[in-house]
C-alpha cells in the first residue's frame, strides 16, 4: 500500500484541501509528464475521501487550456 496517493497515469502535485459535506476534497494538478501525447499544461483534478485511506476519484474539474 503506498503512503501518498498517486494517479495511474501521471503525478499529482499542487494539492488544495477543502472540507465540505462530512469529506475532505483534495484538489490537485496532474502532471502526466508526457506532453507529446497530452499537451503542454497541467489540469485540476478532485479527489474525495472520509478518513484519508481510500481515495474517491472525482475526474478532472479544471481542464488546462
Known sequence: M???YRP???VA???I???WDGAN???YRKDYRDPAGH???TPWWQLATR???QFDDRDEALPHV
Open 51 to 53: 478518513g484519508l485511506v
Open 17 to 19: 484541501p477543502f472540507y
Open 2 to 4: 503506498a503512503i501518498f
Open 8 to 10: 495511474d497515469d501521471g
Open 25 to 27: 476534497h483534495l484538489f
Open 39 to 41: 499537451g503542454e499544461g
Open 13 to 15: 502535485a499542487d494539492v
